[in-house]
Nanobody, 119 residues
Framework: QVQLVESGGGLVQPGGSLRLSCAAS????????MSWYRQAPGKERELVAA????????NYVDSVKGRFTMSRDNAKDTVYLQMNSLKPEDTAMYYC????????????WGQGTQVTVSS
């Protein structure tokens, strides 16, 4: 059974930090590119960060560059999103996505974790 379980969300003040985790199971994690998406109320889901199956440098949406860092640990089947200098506009539900680099159109989604940035 495929599972992506996000954790680490919560309420934080502007300027604060959170670290999101996404634990994967039920598929060969090391062959999947991983991404973090977010969706704020009334807005479309947007891609925040993405990293290839082998790891290395991640790519980021411009609005989070220099503040967010995505990483993965293929030994633990987990990806992370370190979020620093959080802003109210970062408030959203954050979702983890796994996309196969070997099988076309095969991807999985987690249930999401809520991040709220407010004073």
């Amino acid at each position: 059974q495929v599972q992506l379980v996000e954790s680490g969300g919560g309420l934080v003040q502007p300027g604060g930090s959170l670290r999101l985790s996404c634990a994967a199971s039920g598929f060969t994690f090391s062959t999947y590119a991983m991404s973090w998406y977010r969706q704020a109320p009334g807005k479309e889901r947007e891609l925040v960060a993405a990293i290839a199956s082998a790891g290395g440098s991640a790519n980021y949406v411009d609005s989070v560059k220099g503040r967010f860092t995505m990483s993965r640990d293929n030994a633990k089947d987990t990806v992370y999103l370190q979020m620093n200098s959080l802003k109210p506009e970062d408030t959203a539900m954050y979702y983890c996505n796994a996309k196969s680099e070997r099988v076309r159109n095969r991807d999985y989604w987690g249930q999401g974790t809520q991040v709220t940035v407010s004073s």
